[in-house]
């Protein structure tokens, strides 16, 4: 079957009502839930809440933190952090963000723990007050590593090094952290928004960050919307553009390791960013992680890099050129250039490699469960059901996701999954009460393309 048959049919299966318990729909702002209303967590999942501080320099905002940590993990190499952006709605969305399958699979991939903060910032308020790591949030973020690591068994947790993406506010955050901790973070994809390293006479009361020669080894990718001031130049984002285009300079001006992805679809919104971001930064953390307990982060191989146009165009091996540094972004491999190519002309990365198959399948009346691990490349699209070896269902995504391709889990504007979470979860209303069925179920990632089935199980 192809991609194009494969989503037909789970869009079809769909339509025509099949029996399916499923999570409510909707836009991205009917999915908020209150600060107060979060999915509950159990192992391997763990959250800590503080209150806003009234220490001089503390945080002014509570903040929740929620972390997965890969089953069975024997020692955690590192941390990737989802950094939701500004505005209430957008920190409401970090309540889910830490039970992203598709971000876990990342995660576990490399030995880390997943991290998704939330910050309970009312939406008039000044996003500087959080986004800005040195006005609270940093620290707060470093006491809840130290709280969550003695929760989940994993002390180690302190002292990891950090893998950052950000959106908007949250892209100011993991630059900023960037800047202030070089030797700590392994990289930092920064989707809308970038910190200041110069006064800004239209944005005073933002302080601008110091570029220390740390932060020149630390990779980083600048990830706008053509529609922030690339394409577009007029509009509420119109700034982030040129202000991407001053923290590039600065960096590459230096050789810093810094790219730039114009996503060619979107305004401010997400995207389709995750299938270069996810791939991104797993190239940077199989190559920085340390490769002793304690030891420093890796420098990035130089000689497997490519230099990319920063407004499109065709990458090449930094070795076979001399170009303007100032005209072409970094990026860590060819693999990544081949994906970055595909994703500056249409955002349609492509993957030729299926999910795995899911796991721990289980039967109780006529209800169907099951585990998942998602693709790393393309994640999860949904699931068929098959029942006595023929497929009697579709589990597609939670209605069409209006910022990008469609996700089992759905995406809330911020790229973090829809509340209440979609369960893994089916319950055959057709089967025959007299028979013995057995069922096994079947990944689609966002690709089209089918994971093994799973083992059978019988319906006794």
Known sequence: MTRVQTIAALRSAWRLGCALIVASGGSASAQEPPYDVRPPVKPPVYRVRYEASAESGGLMFPVTYTAWVPPGVRRIRGLIVHQHGCGEGSCKSGLTGAFDLHWQALARTHDCALLAPSYEQPEKADCQMWCDPRNGSGAAFQRALADLGQMAGHPELETVPWALWGHSGGGHWA???????PDRVVAAWLRSGVPLLEADEKRPTIKPHVLADGTLSVPIMCNPGTQEGVTVTDGRFKGVWPANQAFFKAIRSRSGLIGVAVDPKTAHECGNQRYLAIPWLDACLAARLPRADGATLE???????????????????????GGDLLESGWLPNAAIARKWSQYVTDTA????????APTNVRLAGNELTWDAVADLESGLAGFIIERDRERIVARPAPGKNPFGRDVFQGLQYSDTPLFPLVPLRFVDETASGDTQHRYQVIAVNTAGLESPPSVLVRRD
């Open 299 to 321: 420098p990035m191989p130089t000689a497997e890099a490519w230099l990319a146009p920063i407004e499109g165009g065709t990458p090449v091996p930094a070795a076979k050129t």
């Open 349 to 356: 990365v492509v993957d030729d490699s299926p999910p795995p």
């Open 175 to 181: 630059g900023g952290m960037a800047l202030v901790h």
